[in-house]
Each structure stands twice: as C-alpha cells, then as structure tokens.
C-alpha cells in the first residue's frame, strides 16, 4: 500500500485546513487509517485513527473536537480535516495505515506510511 499525503500550508490561528491522504488502491476491508504528526524537535505523535469502513473513530485529546478524520471509500483516501488550529498544531503530519481492527495510538503498529506534509499555524 502507498500512501500520499498533501494539503499542507500555512494557515492563521483559529483557521482550518484540510489534510489529504490517497491510498494506492487494493482491498482496504479490515484497514485502519490514521494520521500522526511531529513538531519540531518533538517526538512523533498520534492524532487520529479510524476503521476503512468509518464505524469507529479515536482522537488525541490534544485534537478532540476540532479535529475530525474521515474516509472517502470511492476515492481511497483518507481526510484530516482540522479547525480552531493553534500555533501547537504546528508539525508535519503523516498518514500512516494497518491491517487489523484496533485502533492503535503507537506509531510502531503502523506499516504503511505517506511523506509528511507540513502545516505552520502563525499567530
């Protein structure tokens, strides 16, 4: 599987961006989906993860409520849209996909990888 990240930029505080993630295509039944992100001189974190199938969502508590990650099965690609962004926001985000059912917050679960696209949050 091939991942594709874009939609980085720069945005103002309080704005909204939207993060795109194309997946080569392939059966993505029993695919988790999720995005991380890494600050600068921080370590990689989770951001979201979600089902191929959309049933089951988890957020970081950093994002919850302004962030919302989504699937578009006839695309094949996976949606971070974000809102009411902070300078901490500021990192560069990756998509990142597994086989299986859970949900994992541990970038060490996840096998398939896009580049990283950067998003700078100005105040």
């Known amino acids: 599987v091939q991942l594709q990240a874009s939609g980085g930029g720069l945005v103002q505080v309080g704005g909204s961006m939207r993060l795109s993630c194309v997946a080569s295509a392939r059966t993505f039944s029993g695919v988790i989906m999720a995005w991380f992100r890494r600050a600068p001189g921080k370590e990689r974190e989770f951001v979201a993860a979600?089902?191929?199938?959309?049933?089951?969502?988890r957020y970081a508590v950093s994002v919850k409520g302004r962030f919302t990650i989504s699937v578009d099965m006839a695309e094949n690609t996976v949606y971070l849209e974000m809102n009411s962004l902070k300078p901490e926001d500021t990192a560069a985000y990756y998509c990142?996909?597994?086989?299986?059912?859970?949900?994992?917050?541990?970038?060490?679960?996840?096998?398939?990888w896009g580049q990283g696209t950067l998003v700078t949050v100005s105040s």
């Open positions: 990142a996909g597994r086989d299986g059912s859970v949900l994992h917050t541990s970038s060490d679960e996840y096998v398939y």
């Open positions: 979600q089902t191929w199938s959309g049933r089951s969502t």
